[in-house]
């Protein structure tokens, strides 16, 4: 049995024995403080992922074995695009980092993509989760000529 006090009878508010409130309850309490969000890497992949490919002279994302993988997976009855082939996210509390491995366009400044790219992942991210991203590091594996053809709209030579 827990030992309480009246407040009726003079004492203070009312309260089991060994248990302390923390903070303020109730109506007048912030929503912002009444509770926990957590929000998972695959949401954050998801947004940076979709971010990135948003950046004009973004040809695909992936490395050539995951892309390949990829075109394999897509192909399959129910297959559809990953948005995360090539995003890899670690989140904390507050903090997110991002890894891209992107596929360029011909002709495109990487060094000029890659400052596109950082600043529409971060805004994205940022925006839509609260978290702040600390950095994004991207990894160029390759560069798209125009007369080659997509990985995932290659056709074998047999129909």
């Known amino acids: 049995m827990s030992d ?33 969000t957590t929000i998972a890497d695959s ?15 973004i040809h695909s994302l992936g490395s050539g074995m995951a892309r390949t993988l990829g075109a394999v997976k897509e192909k399959v009855p129910g297959g559809r695009p990953s948005v995360t082939r090539g995003v890899k996210v670690e989140v904390g509390e507050r903090q997110a980092a991002v890894d891209l491995d992107v596929v360029v366009e011909y002709g495109v400044a990487i060094v000029d993509i890659a400052a596109d790219v950082r600043t529409s992942v971060i805004t994205a991210v940022e925006r839509m989760t609260g978290l702040e991203v600390v950095e994004v590091n991207i990894v160029v594996d390759d560069v798209h000529l125009p007369d ?5 709209e290659a056709e074998g030579r047999v129909q």
């Open 4 to 36: 309480t006090i009246n407040p009726l009878a003079g004492g203070s508010e009312s309260r089991p024995a060994g248990k302390a409130l923390t903070g303020r309850t109730g109506a007048g309490t912030a929503p912002e403080t009444r509770g926990r």
């Open 43 to 57: 949401v954050v992949e998801k947004i940076a992922g979709m971010a990135t490919r948003e950046v004009p002279g």
């Open 148 to 152: 080659e053809p997509d990985d995932e």
